[in-house]
């Protein structure tokens, strides 16, 4: 049972580059989310899925897409990167329903040069 | 939307002694208020939480409390040791339809001197 596993763990891009986040999860959760973590921001939701087939925007979706590709898959691209997504990017997931508790992927550190 | 403000955001005490982390809410309709640890170079995992029909609720050395008519919460941590130190982040969630609508503090780094 691993639980959250995003790939890659780091990356550098240059400006304009595009690149993909896999992320999934192997606990049958119906909710899966990407957040950045920027320093003195807290976690900040990027996009959701509430359930397989539905995608929406989260706070700061500007720059980014998403794609729930199956209940076990979430990934999140980043079109045309810039240095403001400098970040680093959790996926997490959920039960859904009254259970709140979400469980999160180790990160991937993504610096755009 | 929901806002969830965070005090302090770095906070050192002496090993043994007690820490104090506050928060703020907004939305009156969140429902669930989870608290996540975050060390070092690692995910963010939960520690504690609590659900808004509940004032206080307490594991071991971590004691959290709600305020519903004030919209605060807080963690409390007693005889704290070094591995304590990491980041605490609060949370707010809004449970609605079946998806859980989750705003974060901006953290406290809590530094436990031994």
């Known amino acids: 049972n691993a639980g959250v596993t995003q790939t890659p763990k780091f990356q550098v891009l240059k400006t304009g580059q595009s690149m993909t986040l896999q992320c999934a999860q192997d606990?049958?959760?119906?909710?899966m989310y990407w957040y950045r973590q920027d320093p003195g921001m807290g976690l900040r939701l990027i996009y959701y899925s509430a359930s397989e087939g539905t995608t929406d925007k989260g706070e700061v979706p500007n720059g980014y897409n998403v794609s729930r590709l199956n209940k076990r898959e979430f990934s999140l691209r980043l079109e045309s990167a810039a240095p403001s997504q400098t970040s680093v990017y959790f996926c997490?997931?959920?039960?859904?329903?009254?259970?709140?508790?979400?469980?999160f992927g180790e990160g991937s550190r993504l610096t755009v040069l | 939307g929901e806002n969830v403000e965070q005090h302090p955001s770095t906070l050192s005490v002496q090993e043994g002694d007690s820490a104090v982390i506050k928060c703020t809410y907004s939305d009156s309709a969140s429902n669930y208020f989870p608290w996540y640890k975050q060390e070092l170079g690692k995910r963010p995992q939960l520690i504690i939480d609590i659900r808004s029909n509940v004032g206080e609720k307490k594991d071991q050395r971590i004691a959290v409390t709600l305020n519903k008519t004030a919209k605060h919460f807080s963690l409390h941590i007693t005889e704290t040791q070094p591995e304590d130190s990491a980041v605490y982040f609060c949370a707010a969630t809004l449970s609605s339809g079946g998806y859980q609508k989750v705003t974060f503090g901006t953290g406290t780094k809590l530094q436990v001197i031994p």
């Open positions: 606990m049958n959760h119906n909710s």
């Open positions: 997490a997931s959920s039960e859904g329903g009254r259970t709140g508790e979400l469980f």
